[in-house]
């Protein structure tokens, strides 16, 4: 089942069972999902769906700290909760360890031996990584290693 009928499946599951929150954010995710076809004009692939997701994730990521630093725990919570629900669509995510992994193997297969290398050994894990891990994490891994 590819993640666009999961997220369809889900969507009825939420509705039938008046999962409210749920059914919400998967609402939600369901309209960035068309209006993304309508303007594409055609079906999403996969990728694309996924792309999405990543996408609503990091905006609640980013949301939910900076309502953290405003001392809104109360909204900061609602956030979290929807990206529990959004983080259920995205690939099983990788440890630190498998990327510290394929950093090495990124960095050997570039020859990177500095810190100016870094967008070389980024433009390797980029692909292996995308959905799997936070880039964040990715970078501040290649940095150590480069450093």
Do not use: C, H, W
Request: charge should be negative; aromatic fraction near 4%.
């Amino acid at each position: 089942m590819n993640l666009k009928d999961q997220i369809k499946k889900d969507f009825m599951e939420a509705f039938k069972g008046k999962e409210e929150p749920r059914l919400s954010v998967i609402k939600m995710l369901k309209s960035e999902i068309g209006n993304a076809e309508l303007d594409k004009k055609s079906e999403l692939t996969n990728e694309e769906v996924l792309e999405i997701v990543m996408r609503s994730v990091k905006k609640r990521k980013d949301a939910a700290g900076i309502y953290e630093k405003e001392g809104r725990e109360d909204l900061a919570s609602t956030e979290k909760a929807e990206l529990e629900v959004l983080s259920a669509y995205l690939p099983e995510q990788l440890s630190e360890d498998e990327v510290k992994d394929l950093v090495k193997k990124a960095i050997e297969q570039t020859g990177a031996a500095e810190a100016k290398d870094l967008g070389k050994v980024m433009g390797v894990l980029a692909s292996q990584t995308k959905g799997k891990a936070d880039g964040v994490l990715v970078s501040k891994i290649v940095r150590e290693f480069l450093s």
